[in-house]
Nanobody, 114 residues
Framework: VQLQASGGGLVQAGGSVRLVCTASGSGSIMYPMSWYRQAPGKQRELVARITSIGRTSYQDSVKGRFTISRDNAGNTAYLQMSDLKPEDTAVYYC?????????WGQGTLVTVSS
């Protein structure tokens, strides 16, 4: 399985960005997918997750601002980020779970300017 993340960039505080993660080689099975982020000097943290049946969960700091979704084929996940804050600045990574394996994308940088 390979994951390709895209959509990052520079955005002003209060703005919006949509991240896209496309999985190849995962077949027709819908695996849980997640978005993580890692800010400079900090550990990687889970931001949002969507299960194989579409159930979503979020880190408290992004609830109401971020939305994770996926396409019907299940191999593309999105992270719609709104009302962005400077503290959302990080490299965002997508993740696909195929227990016991976890697959990671290459990361895409989101920079929020104040």
């Amino acid at each position: 399985v390979q994951l390709q993340a895209s959509g990052g960039g520079l955005v002003q505080a209060g703005g919006s960005v949509r991240l896209v993660c496309t999985a190849s080689g995962s077949g027709s099975i819908m695996y849980p997918m997640s978005w993580y982020r890692q800010a400079p000097g900090k550990q990687r943290e889970l931001v949002a997750r969507i299960t194989s049946i579409g159930r979503t969960s979020y880190q408290d700091s992004v609830k109401g601002r971020f939305t994770i979704s996926r396409d019907n084929a299940g191999n593309t996940a999105y992270l719609q980020m709104s009302d962005l804050k400077p503290e959302d600045t990080a490299v965002y990574y997508c993740n696909l779970e195929d227990p016991p394996k976890k697959y990671w994308g290459q990361g895409t940088l989101v920079t929020v300017s104040s």
